[in-house]
């Protein structure tokens, strides 16, 4: 028995992949969550998952902190990337953060099924072509990675809007709160990452590719 959770925002999507991954896995079990916040609320649920199939541009994901939030809290629980994105250095930075796998969302379903029996054998799966390009890249600073995941999710959401260049007032107008807390925020954020100033916050949002969904 194999238990599977699918996290996109694409209904059409998950129903696609629910499918193809019955009809490979004739005993697979498949949960299905559309954000963030539900795909956590999942995970810290009694439920014995095997797989986490993980969408990188869902809401509250904004490329890789949703893994890394994820992979901070649940460490244990096995993640695989599907996605349409073709970004290589992402791709990279989503393996050195903990994931085992990247799946191109338009793989056939028995390449997707392929994939998933690889690595839920312990194993790291990647297209070939990517698998050439990432060899050739020179692995990432985790340590900044690892700070980024102990940023609660509001303080990700100000670090994002800085990376914006969001002014405090702009900041707090769309987040709906005071400008004192987003200055309290921004106070927090610099002290989890060690820095000193905006600019700095900008050049790591910018490096680790952080962006709303």
């Known amino acids: 028995m194999i238990t599977l959770l699918i996290a996109d925002d694409h209904p059409l999507f998950r129903g696609a ?28 649920a009694s439920v014995d998952l095997d797989l986490l199939l993980l969408d990188l541009h869902m809401p509250g994901s904004g490329d890789l902190y949703g893994l890394i ?74 340590t900044m990675i690892q700070r980024v995941a102990e940023l609660t999710p509001q303080q990700y959401k100000v670090l994002c809007y800085l990376h914006e260049g969001l002014l405090n007032k702009q900041i707090a107008y769309e987040l709906d709160i005071s400008e004192a807390t987003i200055k309290a925020h921004i106070t927090a954020i610099f002290k989890k990452l060690g820095i000193n100033n905006r600019t700095q916050a900008v050049l790591i949002a910018s490096e680790l590719k952080l962006q709303l969904a």
């Open 17 to 44: 992949l629910k499918s193809a991954l019955e009809m490979e896995f004739p005993s697979v079990t498949v949960f299905e969550s559309q954000d963030i916040d539900e795909t956590v609320k999942l995970l810290g």
């Open 69 to 142: 939030r994820i992979r901070k809290a649940f460490p244990d629980i096995p993640v695989a990337i599907i996605s349409g994105t073709d970004d290589v250095l992402t791709i990279a930075k989503a393996l050195d953060a903990g994931a085992l796998g990247f799946i191109p969302k338009t793989s056939q379903p028995k390449v997707i099924a392929s994939a998933v029996n690889s690595i839920l054998q312990g194993n790291v799966w990647l297209p070939v072509e990517v698998s050439e390009e990432i060899s050739r890249l020179p692995r990432s600073d985790l």
